[in-house]
Structure formats: structure tokens, C-alpha cells
């Protein structure tokens, strides 16, 4: 399996690492994506991307920090053999919609440099799917990624596919109350055009809420999407992970 949207390379962790790279191993998670927020996050998702064999880089401005205004200095970053996407960014008027004018702006530009660098994006959409949609549609054909943790409907989905994007979908599948669009989606859009993903430590999968979530928690998400879908796990398995690999470009399996 590959865990496409990780935060292994925050401070949440309470155990080693080592330990929760090998735990991933153990429950059949390969390859990991350790994803940037900011310059912290995205120097220290490269360092553990070339510790760790299994593991990738993605560098970017998540919306959360926008005000930092620190996205210039993350360009000598994207050099690293071991990145091979830009993000996380993207669009969040949930916790705000006050600096709405640099989101977009800042979304944008990165969008922008994504297409220079041919890297495919890692997008974070939080009641703003239309606003980012239509900034990604200006640039169809020439840029790529996923709509990570999708939390919009199967509408929005098909949209973002018929973009060329993929859809990401991570430990909300597994809640028992307001995830009908969620399992629709699931239910419905091409299997060739859906990542599997933790976004470990958050969004704990069911039944265990509350704690830290991990890598290797992804095999609950496979198991999901297989019953929702009336699949073998296998087959979960082996098209989400063929996914990933033929997005981010890695051949070295």
C-alpha cells in the first residue's frame, strides 16, 4: 500500500519514528508521503524522506500558513531527489475566510510553479472546492495532483477528475454519521482515479477516535473502500497503490 498524505514530519508523534515506519512495513504500507505545511514541515519531510528509503517528500504552503508568507523561501527545496510533489496547498475557508484574497493568491502562484517544476500537487480544499476548482481550471492540461481528503460531493469529484486529478479519501470514510457524499464517491468514481491516505496524526480512522493516527492504519481505509465498493481488498490494494506510483512518478518498485 502507499500512504499518499502523511504529517510523519510534525512533532505528534509520541514513539520513535523508527518505530512507526516499521509498524507501517508490518501492516503492508511500503511507501509514504510525508507532506510539507510550511518551510519547517517541508525541510523536515525531506529529511526523513532521505532516512527512509519508503518514504517521499511533497513541499509546499498549506492555506493554515499563509500569513507567513514564507512560500519564496521553500524554493531551493524542490531540487531534492526525494521530492516528488507540490503541497500541501490549497484553499481553507473554514477556520477563515479573512485573508481569502492572499489564499487565492498564494494558491495560485504555487500552482503556477508547480507546472515549471512538472511536479503534481497535493490540493487541501475546506469549504472552497469551487473557489480552487476554478483556479485549477485555468490551468487544465497542464498540471496534475489529487484533491486530498475530499470532503465535497460526487459532482465535485467528476470535476476534479475530468481535470485529470485524483481524489484522495483518508479516515472520514470510516465515520458512521454525515459521510453519505463520501461513501457515494467512494461507491462510484473510477478506482483508477482514487488514493488511499491517512493524513496521519489526524483524522483517526473508527473505532479509534481520539488517539494519534498512523501509516499504518491505511490498510483500515483499503478495507473500507473494498466493502463500499464490493471488492477484494486486493484489488484496493494494487489500483491505489498503481495510482500513486503513475502520479508521483516513482519506478524504483
Known sequence: MFDTHTHINTNKFTETLDDVIKRAKNSGVNNIMAVGMDLETS?????????YENVYA???????YVDNNDHFDLDHLYKDKKVVAFGEIGLD???????????????????????????????????SFDE??????????????????FS???????KAIDLGFYIGVDGPITFNSKNEDLIEIVKKIDLNKLLIETDSPYLTRVPFRGKVNEPANLKYIAKKVAEIRNITFEEVVETTTNNAKKLFKIKEW
Open 132 to 149: 480552487a476548482y476554478n483556479i485549477v481550471k485555468k490551468y487544465e492540461g497542464k498540471v496534475t495532483g489529487v484533491f486530498h481528503c
Open 58 to 64: 511533497s513541499v509546499g504552503l498549506h492555506p493554515g
Open 43 to 51: 525541510i523536515k519531510a525531506i529529511e526523513i524522506a532521505n532516512k
Open 93 to 127: 475557508f473554514y477556520w477563515t475566510d479573512k485573508n481569502k484574497d492572499l489564499q487565492l493568491k498564494v494558491f495560485e502562484e504555487q500552482i503556477i510553479k508547480a507546472i515549471k517544476l512538472n511536479l503534481p500537487v497535493i490540493i487541501h480544499t475546506r469549504n
Open 152 to 158: 465535497s460531493n460526487f459532482t465535485d469529484a467528476q
